[in-house]
């Protein structure tokens, strides 16, 4: 009896649920965090998961982030084990109305179907719209099939809302600048697929990097790229600069030792797409001086083993270039831009 009761109460609840879930999702006038901060509203970054590369790890999760600025929480990256992450965090994928990908590298997207499907399972309002490089519109009608079945069997409580009206995808150009209320993003293409023989191009595929802008308070994340002159000019002047790295001879060795039957040549070849399409230590260092940011974030490790084996060199890399602050972050490490600096 208080099973059917319990059922019916949360019927009830999911269809308030999917009555609003045309609306577009409501933003507070008044952010009671703003208040709290003494108006200043928060702009904060948290690395979910600072994986990097698509061999799973015990101690990092796929590449994920969360931005919240102001009253908007943004996903940025969304690999594998982001609501899990997020619930972590003490977060909710129903606080999500905007995702954007840097690129469509399978790390850095495969959690996407569950933060869209299970948005949409919970009957949380409002539509979630996916901003990306091309493929992202393919990307994610994809998705939107693969929720046919589900929204045949539907819940227990009648029909769910149609996938298709709760998601929406944005195929961003290189260079264009979206407004999302007081926040500006920039995409910007960088280097992550070039190369010869490279079959991105032909696909007319892109990678981008970010710039976040809000109230004169900037966020840049590179997504996956190689040193490239104009990550470096997006993220110039950015309080906060979060980015990738790779320690290249230390991978090599780890895939000579665990593949033996890897050749010298496939050995280069995994050594060149390292060096040409991510970001050593001294690199990074180097971007940042360049672009004469605040602090660094390192983030999406692509390194053999655990962070501890490789965080002091790391640092002192990067250190050979770059005298301001520097953060190895974790998962669920965050990192505040605040409005007194
Ligand atoms: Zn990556
Ligand atoms: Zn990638």
Redesign the pocket.
Known sequence: MAKSTNMRAAGALLAMFATQAGMAPAVAATDPSIAAAGGCAPFRWTTLGTAGGPIPTSERTEPANMLDAGALTVLVDTGDGTVSQMAKAGRSVGDVHHVFLS?L?L??SAGLAGVVGLRWMNEHPGVITVYGPPGTQELVDGIIASMAAPARIGFGFGPPSKPADRIKAVELKDGETVRIGDLSIKAVANN?YDGPGNMAAKAGAQ?FSYRFDMGGRSITYTG?TGPDARVTALAKGSDLLVSEVIEVDQMIAMIAKQRPELNEFMLNAARAHFTD?HVTPVEVGKMAAQAGVGHLVLTHYVIPGPLGDSSKSLYEQVRQQFSGTVDLSRDLSSFDVGCGR
Do not use: L
């Open positions: 690129h590298h790390d850095h992550h990678a996956d399409h």
